[in-house]
């Protein structure tokens, strides 16, 4: 079941109206997690991962998908810190911000990154409850805390990608394994993490 995401009355995100108001529909009509731990989707989901990690220029990596069995053991042991992903996805807040300000643009992007996760939240939180009760709290918050941080950067950057430098939105695809009803975990020890 989907549910209408509204971050503001006022559809005003700057240059990129259109594709900001776009990006918010699509989130807000997301079945989340309605393919988790299940074999549908997974190709699209996969084909969207290799894409998200071309950006990055980290290809070629497997992608193992988990069932909901072994989710709370590695969601227990996984850090942030032993991500190679992680090293480069924690600058782009600031990066974003920095040039928000740059460009005069600091509101639209600030409306933008509180709204977005407190919209998402309750229906990623939901979801996650639904489909992973048994793995426990910190499966449901994890679940939840990365369905709302890849919203949010997808948005964010999209209210910066009429610029230079900004025009391929590498978060779009993560929007579409979401979409797909998966959740990304990321990428540890020389694997990408799904289910």
């Given at each position: 079941m989907s549910t209408e995401l509204k971050v503001s009355d006022e559809k005003r995100y700057g240059p990129n109206d259109s594709n900001v108001?776009?990006?918010?529909?699509?989130?807000?009509?997301?079945?989340?997690?309605?393919?988790?731990?299940?074999?549908?989707?997974?190709?699209?989901?996969?084909?969207?991962i290799d894409q998200f990690l071309l950006s990055f220029g980290m290809e070629g990596y497997s992608i193992h998908w988990f069932d909901k069995n072994e989710l709370a053991p590695f969601v227990e042991r996984m850090t942030l810190r032993e991500s190679p992903l992680w090293n480069r996805l924690e600058e782009i807040p600031q990066q974003i911000r920095d040039k928000a300000e740059e460009t005069g643009r600091t509101a639209i992007v600030l409306k933008i990154s509180e709204n977005t996760p407190t919209n998402v939240f309750s229906l990623a939180?939901?979801?996650?409850?639904?489909?992973?009760?048994?793995?426990?709290e910190k499966v449901i918050q994890a679940a939840a805390g990365a369905m709302m941080y890849i919203a949010a950067l997808a948005c964010a950057w999209e209210t910066l990608a009429d610029l230079d430098g900004w025009k391929a939105n590498p978060f779009l695809p993560l929007i579409q394994v979401l979409e797909a009803g998966h959740w990304p975990l990321g990428l540890y020890g020389g694997k990408f993490y799904a289910v």
């Open positions: 108001g776009s990006l918010i529909d699509r989130i807000g009509k997301i079945n989340w997690l309605s393919a988790a731990a299940q074999t549908e989707n997974r190709v699209s989901a996969e084909a969207a939180f939901d979801a996650a409850f639904r489909e992973f009760e048994e793995n426990g």
